[in-house]
């Protein structure tokens, strides 16, 4: 068999003024990022923050190649899965880092998923007022998202990401083979929030995803142009609105349903993050075409892309029981996107076409949540 094409490394840069970064796009990354870490921070010691699973298919790589550049570094492991992201490993990460000895110059490396940068991120933000971070994001999820943007944050018993802090990574390095090891669920789940992006505001890109997806399941240049299209869609979102006072709310599309779904199970593996924003997504397009702003021929597009996907795109698809709309609705107010009580969604007038959506009203919400539970 002829040796597969090198699939080229793409930078695309999040531009932030003082606190710009490069995201490196492309493939067998972590075996050079103690080079590129050494170019970029020169003398710098590492502490890398990981979980079990990340650590036994990558760590050694990762160390491997720190020693190489002769950069000291420690490896702090923690559990996997999102009950990680917690207040009591804050304190075990934010330790850790101290008795490294990393000072504000030296760098705290997240390797892994979404759990493990947004908690590494949200204790270099705290740890003597703010040390930088890189991430190694090794979920598609994190590679297309969570690495991007500087969202840092743990999970409070009143709610998801509810405590945290903005503090960008100095550079993300998004090596495209660390996918490889990913179980297939968490690669699906990951898949929802590159559909998000052409929902948002690139119907082209969602045509390209419905005629290629399953080339971005295979692996390789399809790949990375759905992983690179995504950190672009993002870098451009988060360049123009770092802190989320306007048009940054348009990432959070299918996320004011998801969380509300992902708090009624737990957190736990009854519905990962991104096929709770799977679901949300299908739901913010019935609520949009309740409200008459978008087709019903637009809400079929999405459950059949999402459904060929292998994505749940019904609420009896979540195994348990589920709370019924008032428990849901209750669960929405504890979420971010509330102001002053009223509902912030992000709706549709198309595919591609996404906009925020103040005031919506209760009633609507309860009718297609009831709706969608009856399915
Ligand atoms: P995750 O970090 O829990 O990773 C999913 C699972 O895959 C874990 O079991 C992990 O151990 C395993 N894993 C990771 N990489 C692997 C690899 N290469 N090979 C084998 N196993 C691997 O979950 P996630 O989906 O990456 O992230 C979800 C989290 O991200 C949620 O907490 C969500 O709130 C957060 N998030 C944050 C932002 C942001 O902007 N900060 C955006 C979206 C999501
Ligand atoms: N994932 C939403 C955001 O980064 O704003």
Same mark, same amino acid.
């Given at each position: ?11 695309? !840069? ?19 990022? @103690? ?16 979980? %079990? ?12 190649? =720190? ?6 570094? !420690? ?7 999102? +009950? ?27 390797? @892994?998923? %979404?759990?493990?940068? $947004?908690?590494? %991120? ?5 740890? !003597? ?12 999820? *994190? ?11 743990? /999970? ?18 998004? &090596?495209?083979?660390?996918? &490889? ?8 789940? @990951? ?27 295979? @692996?390789?240049? *399809? ?15 988060? +360049? ?5 006072? #306007? ?5 959070? =599309?299918?996320?004011?349903? #998801?969380?509300?779904?992902?708090? *009624? ?6 519905? =990962? ?34 459904? /060929? ?17 008032? %428990?849901?609705?209750? =669960?929405?107010?504890? $979420?971010?996107?509330?102001?002053? #009580? ?18 919506? $009203? ?11 539970? *009856?399915?």
């Amino acid at each position: 068999m002829p040796a597969a094409k090198k699939t080229k490394t793409e930078i695309v !840069r999040v531009k932030l003024g003082k606190r710009s970064y490069d995201i490196v796009i492309g493939e067998n990354l972590l075996a050079d990022a @103690g080079r590129r870490i050494a170019k970029l921070k020169p003398g710098t010691a590492v502490a890398i923050v990981t979980d %079990g699973n990340v650590a036994h298919h990558h760590l050694a790589t990762l160390e491997r190649s =720190l020693e190489a550049a002769k950069i000291s570094y !420690r490896s702090v492991l923690l559990s996997a899965g999102e +009950g990680t992201k917690n207040y009591s490993n804050l304190e075990t990460v934010a330790e850790a880092i101290l008795q490294s000895r990393i000072e504000r110059g030296d760098l705290v490396v997240a390797l @892994g998923g %979404g759990v493990i940068g $947004d908690l590494a %991120g949200f204790a270099a933000s705290v740890v !003597r007022r703010g040390v930088d971070f890189a991430q190694i994001p090794t979920t598609l999820l *994190a590679q297309v998202d969570s690495s991007v943007g500087g969202k840092t944050g743990i /999970n409070s018993p009143q709610g998801k990401n509810l405590i945290g802090a903005f503090h960008q990574p100095t550079l993300v390095l998004a &090596d495209l083979k660390t996918l &490889d090891t990913l179980p297939a669920r968490e690669f699906r789940a @990951g898949y929802a929030e590159v559909a998000k992006y052409g929902l948002i505001n690139d119907a082209k890109f969602f045509e390209w995803l419905e005629k290629n997806w399953r080339e971005v399941f295979a @692996g390789g240049a *399809a790949r990375a142009k759905a992983v690179a299209t995504s950190c672009k869609a993002k870098a451009a979102i988060v +360049g123009r609105d770092e802190r989320e006072t #306007g048009e940054r709310a348009l990432l959070n =599309l299918g996320h004011t349903f #998801g969380h509300a779904l992902e708090a *009624a199970t737990g957190y736990s593996d009854r519905l =990962l993050h991104g096929e709770g924003v799977a679901l949300g997504m299908v739901l913010a397009f019935k609520l949009s075409a309740k409200l008459k702003l978008c087709k019903p021929t637009d809400v079929t597009r999405v459950i059949k892309h999402l459904e /060929n996907a292998g994505l749940p795109v019904r609420l009896s698809q979540v195994p348990g029981s589920l709370p019924g709309p008032d %428990g849901l609705l209750s =669960l929405m107010a504890q $979420d971010k996107k509330v102001v002053r #009580g009223k509902l912030v969604f992000i709706l549709a007038k198309g595919i591609g076409k996404a906009f925020i959506a103040k005031n919506v $009203d209760t009633k609507d919400v309860r009718e297609v949540l009831n709706g969608a539970l *009856a399915e």
